[in-house]
C-alpha cells in the first residue's frame, strides 16, 4: 500500500518527519517497507515549472513542432519536441498550458533504458533547430510509465517555480498484513496515525447533493438470492454525465499511489477505493436497460449456474461453477462480484449514464473465487481481507457525489440499499487487571481510556480505580478485527508500546531442565542435512486435494475424508492439512525454480493423519529431502554438470543414517508407491517401512511443472532417529592395524538387491569385515542373461593384529560361501 503524505494530511496533521512516522508505525504492528522521496532529484534550478506560450511547427520535420517555454527567466526558450499532445496546439495563441521544463545541464531519466537510468540533459540540434531545454513525460521525471506525450500541470500551476516545490511529496509504502487489513485505504492509516501520534483527525462522512428525478428506486431494482455472500448491495444512478481525463490533482495521486490514471468515472472508483478502503464497479446503465428490454433493470446478486459463462472487461470469457457469486440482471452475467465486470456493460467513452455499485461480498468466497478464476486485483484484494458492511454507503455517496463534480453528472434522488445480513457492533468488557494479567504491565486506567478513545472505541470507563472494576467498550464501526478481550488488550499494548513493556526475570529457583530428546534429535538431523549441502526450507503444512492428487497420476484422487479441513482458510491453495512432506517439497521446487536451476533442500515438519473415532489427528514428524539440477553447476568437469538422481538421493540418506547411527536399516525394491517411478526403495527396519525415497513419476513431474531432469524426494520418519539418537553410542578403540582391501565381483541374478549382497558379506565376514561398498554394477558380454555382476571393495581388519593372507583367504571362502547358499551367487574371476 503506497501512500502519499500530501494526500494522507487531508484527514490527518502530521508533523513529524516521514523517517520518525515510519519508526513509531511500524512499532506500532504497521510495518513500513519503504519511503520515497518524489522529485529529491530534481534540480530546483534546472528543472521547474514552464508555460508554453506558442507551439509552431517545426521547418523541416513533420513530426516534430517548436515550443516556446517561458520558464520565469528573462527570455523564453524555443525546445524541440514531438509530443502528440501538443499537435493540436499547433499556431494556437497563447495555448496556456504549464508545463514540467527542464533547462539543459538537468538530469532526467532515459525513457528507453529498462533500468530508468539518470542521463545528463545536453543541448542539442534537431532537423536544424537548437534545442536547449526539454518539455518532460512523467516517465523522464520518475512519476510513472506514461511517455506517449508530456505531462500537463494545471493551469494554476506558478510558472517558475522549481518543479520539486510543486510536485515533490513522500510516499510511504506499507507492507499491510492480514490483521492490519483496515490500513488498506488512507483513512484507514490516517486513523493509525492518529492513535499513535495523537495527531488531530479531519474524516468526515461524505454526502451527496442527489436531486434527480426520478428516483433511484424508480431506476433500478435490486435483488439478493444469497444473502449468506451478499451481505449488502447499494445501487446509485449518475445520469448526465461526460467521460473525460479525470483533474490533474487526481491523477497525480493515483500515480503516486500505484494506480493508472484511466478516465473520471474509472478514476473515480479507484480513488474512493483508496480513499475508504471499499472497492466500487460503474456499469453503463442505459445497456442495462437495453438489456432489459427498455425497463427497468434489476440486479441479481446470485451464485452462477453450472456452465455459466461471461466475457470480463479484459476480454476473456471465463467459465464459471456455482461456487462463484454473480451480479446479473434477468439477461445473464453482468459481473463477477468483488472481481471484474463484464464486457457487455463496461463504461466507455460514449457512456452518458451510470449505476454505481457498492457492495460488501463474503471475503472467503470472494477470496476463493479470485483464485481460482486467476483474477488477483487491488478490489479483490481488499474485499478477500473483509469490509465492514457499513463502509457501503459511505463509498457509494462519495463516489457518486465525486461524478457529480468532476463528470457533470446529475445524482438520482436516494439509494437503493439492499441490506439483509445487518453489521453487528461488538460489545466488550474487560478490566485493568485482565490487561496487567495478560501483558505483564500495570497501565494506568486513564492511559488504557485514552488509548481506546483514540482508536474510535466507544469508552464506558469504570465507575471506580479499583483494577477490578469493568470497562465496557463497543468496537468501531470499521473494524472488524475486534471480536474478544485479547484483541482489545493488543490494541492497548501495540499503541502503548511493545517496546515498553519491561523484561521481568523468574522470582522462583530455575526447574530442573529435562532433555528434550525429540528437539536434540530434529537439530542433529538439520545439522548432519545442512553439513552435507543441502538448505532447510519451512514451507506450509497447508495444501490442497488438487495437488495431493498430482501425487498419484495414475490412481484414484484423494479421499476428502481422509485430510484434516479447515473450517475458514486463508486461500483455497491452503485449505487442507498436508498428509506428506512431498507435496510441500514438490511445491517449493516448482516456487524455487524461476531463481535456481539447482535445489537441495530438506524439511523437518509434520503431517497430519486423521484418526478413526479420535477429534483430534495424529501428528507425526518426517524428515523430507529433495535434490533437483545439476550437482555443481560451476565445475569444471562434465559429470559434475549433470542432474543430480536417485544415487545422489540415496547417498544424502545413507549420510544421515550413519551419522545418527541408524543401524539395521536396508533398501528394498518400491513398486507400489504411485509417486515415484521405478528407480525407488523403500527403508525397512525391524520389518517395517520407515520412509521412501526415488525419482518422481514422470506424470508427478510434470503435474508440477518442474523441469524434465530427475526430481529425487525422501520422506523418512522422525521416531526412529529420535529412538537411536537416545541409545548411548557403542566407542571402539580404532585399530592400529593395517587394514586389507580387496575387490570381489558376483555374479547374481538380476531381482537381488546390492543391499542383500553387501549384508551376506557382513554376516559371513562377522567382526573382521569393517566396511563394504558397491563399487560397480556391470550387465553385458560375459554376463548371462537376467544377471548382473555387483563388485563390491571389502576392508578387512582386526583389531588385535595384523591379518595375514591365509586369513583373509579364510574370510573370502566363507563369503563365497554364503553368498552361494542364500544368494545363488558366483564369484567372478
Not at 141 to 158: Q, R, V
Not at 203 to 213: Q, W
Not at 694 to 705: C, K, S, Y
Not at 791 to 805: E, H, I, M, S
Amino acid at each position: 500500500m503506497r501512500v502519499p503524505l500530501s494526500w494522507l494530511q487531508e484527514y490527518v496533521d502530521i508533523t513529524l518527519p516521514p523517517e520518525e512516522l515510519a519508526e513509531r508505525l511500524t512499532l506500532a504492528g504497521l510495518e513500513v517497507t519503504r519511503i520515497e522521496k518524489i522529485g529529491d532529484w530534481w534540480d530546483p534550478e534546472k528543472i521547474r515549472v514552464g508555460e508554453i506560450l506558442r507551439v509552431e511547427r517545426h521547418p523541416n520535420a513533420d513530426r516534430l513542432v517548436l515550443a516556446t517555454v517561458d520558464y520565469g527567466a528573462d527570455e523564453p526558450l524555443t525546445v524541440v519536441t514531438g509530443a502528440p499532445n501538443l499537435f493540436p496546439y499547433v499556431d494556437v495563441e497563447r495555448p496556456g498550458l504549464k508545463v514540467a521544463f527542464a533547462l539543459a545541464g538537468a538530469y532526467l531519466i532515459d525513457p528507453y533504458d529498462p533500468e530508468r537510468k539518470r542521463k545528463k540533459l545536453k543541448p542539442t540540434k534537431i532537423r536544424g533547430i537548437r534545442s536547449e531545454g526539454m518539455v518532460c513525460s512523467e516517465r523522464e521525471l520518475g512519476l510513472s510509465d506514461e511517455h506517449e506525450g508530456i505531462l500537463l500541470l494545471p493551469e494554476d500551476a506558478p510558472v517558475g517555480t522549481p518543479l520539486v516545490d510543486y510536485l515533490g511529496d513522500v510516499v510511504i509504502e506499507f507492507d499491510i498484513t492480514p490483521n492490519m487489513a483496515r490500513c488498506l485505504s488512507m483513512t484507514g492509516v490516517a486513523r493509525e496515525v492518529h492513535a499513535v501520534t495523537q495527531a488531530p483527525l479531519h474524516i468526515e462522512m461524505p454526502t451527496m447533493r442527489d436531486e434527480g428525478e426520478p428516483p433511484a428506486e424508480a431506476l433500478v431494482d435490486v435483488v439478493i438470492e444469497d444473502p449468506d455472500l451478499c451481505h449488502r448491495y447499494a445501487a446509485t444512478v449518475i445520469r448526465d454525465i461526460h467521460i473525460a481525463p479525470a483533474p490533474f490533482w487526481m491523477q497525480y495521486r493515483l500515480n503516486l499511489a500505484g494506480m493508472r490514471p484511466i478516465s473520471n468515472v474509472v478514476d473515480i472508483t479507484n480513488y474512493v477505493m483508496l480513499e475508504w478502503g471499499q472497492p466500487l464497479h460503474a456499469f453503463d446503465y442505459d445497456k442495462l436497460v437495453e438489456r432489459a428490454g427498455g425497463k427497468k433493470p434489476t440486479i441479481i446478486v446470485r451464485r452462477a449456474r453450472p456452465g455459466e459463462r461471461i466475457v470480463t472487461l479484459d476480454g476473456v470469457e471465463r467459465e464459471l461453477d456455482p461456487d462463484m457469486l454473480l451480479i446479473a440482471d434477468e439477461k445473464g452475467p453482468i459481473a463477477i462480484a468483488g472481481v471484474m465486470g463484464g464486457l457487455e456493460t463496461e463504461v466507455t467513452e460514449n457512456t452518458r449514464n451510470i449505476l454505481l455499485e457498492s457492495a460488501n461480498f463474503d471475503y472467503i468466497n470472494n477470496r476463493r473465487t479470485a483464485q481460482k478464476l486467476k483474477l488477483p486485483s487491488e478490489a479483490s484484494r481488499r474485499f478477500s481481507r473483509g469490509i465492514p458492511e457499513e463502509m457501503v454507503p459511505v463509498a457509494a455517496k462519495r463516489a457518486s457525489e465525486l461524478m457529480r463534480v468532476l463528470a457533470g453528472g446529475t445524482i438520482a434522488k436516494g439509494m437503493v440499499d439492499n441490506y439483509p445480513v445487518k453489521q453487528e457492533r461488538i460489545e466488550i468488557t474487560i478490566t485493568p487487571r485482565e490487561i496487567e494479567r495478560q501483558l505483564g504491565v500495570a497501565i494506568p486506567v486513564d492511559e488504557i481510556v485514552d488509548i481506546l478513545r483514540r482508536l474510535d472505541f466507544q469508552v464506558t470507563p469504570p465507575d471506580t480505580p479499583h483494577p477490578d472494576a469493568p470497562i465496557r467498550l463497543v468496537a468501531p464501526w470499521h473494524r472488524l478485527d475486534v471480536r474478544i478481550p485479547a484483541d482489545v488488550v493488543e490494541e492497548v499494548a501495540r499503541i502503548w508500546g511493545y517496546d515498553r513493556i519491561p523484561e521481568t526475570l523468574m522470582s522462583d529457583v530455575l526447574p530442573p531442565q529435562r532433555r528434550n530428546w525429540e528437539l536434540e534429535a530434529r537439530e542433529r538431523v538439520r545439522d548432519i542435512l545442512v553439513a552435507a549441502g543441502l538448505q532447510d526450507i519451512i514451507p506450509y503444512s497447508l495444501t490442497n486435494l488438487e495437488n495431493c492428487a498430482k501425487l498419484r497420476p495414475e490412481g484414484p484422487p484423494p479421499n476428502p475424508e481422509d485430510y484434516i479441513r479447515l473450517a475458514n482458510p486463508l486461500t483455497v491453495e491452503r485449505s487442507v492439512m498436508r498428509r506428506t512432506v512431498l507435496v510441500s517439497l514438490l511445491e517449493t521446487l516448482a516456487f524455487n525454480q524461476r531463481y535456481t536451476d539447482r535445489q537441495a533442500l530438506f524439511e523437518i515438519g509434520r503431517v497430519y493423519l486423521p484418526k478413526p473415532g479420535e477429534p483430534r489427528p495424529e501428528e507425526p514428524y518426517r524428515i523430507g529431502i529433495a535434490l533437483m539440477g545439476p550437482r555443481d553447476p560451476e565445475s569444471v568437469w562434465a559429470q559434475d554438470r549433470e542432474p543430480m538422481d536417485y544415487y545422489d538421493l540415496k547417498g544424502v540418506v545413507e549420510v544421515l543414517l550413519d551419522r545418527m547411527h541408524l543401524e539395521g536399516v536396508t533398501f528394498h525394491p518400491l513398486t507400489d508407491h504411485p509417486t515415484f517411478g521405478p528407480r525407488a526403495a523403500a527403508l525397512m527396519l525391524d520389518g517395517e517401512r520407515i520412509g521412501v525415497l526415488g525419482e518422481v513419476h514422470p506424470l508427478v513431474r510434470e503435474a508440477f511443472d518442474l523441469p524434465r531432469v530427475p526430481v529425487c524426494l525422501a520422506e523418512l520418519e522422525m521416531a526412529p532417529f529420535v529412538q537411536a539418537y537416545q541409545q548411548p553410542v557403542q566407542l571402539t578403540p580404532i585399530s592400529t592395524f593395517p587394514p586389507v582391501k580387496e575387490d570381489l565381483a558376483f555374479v547374481v541374478d538380476e531381482d537381488v538387491p546390492a543391499e542383500e549382497v553387501a549384508r551376506a558379506i557382513r554376516d559371513a565376514g562377522g567382526y573382521l569385515v569393517v566396511h563394504v561398498a558397491l563399487f560397480d554394477v556391470y550387465r553385458g558380454p560375459n554376463i548371462p542373461a537376467g544377471k548382473k555382476s555387483l563388485a563390491f571393495r571389502v576392508t578387512y581388519q582386526a583389531p588385535d593384529r595384523t591379518l595375514k593372507d591365509k586369513d583373509v583367504e579364510r574370510i573370502r571362502r566363507r563369503i563365497v560361501k554364503e553368498l552361494a547358499k542364500r544368494l545363488n551367487a558366483q564369484l567372478r574371476t
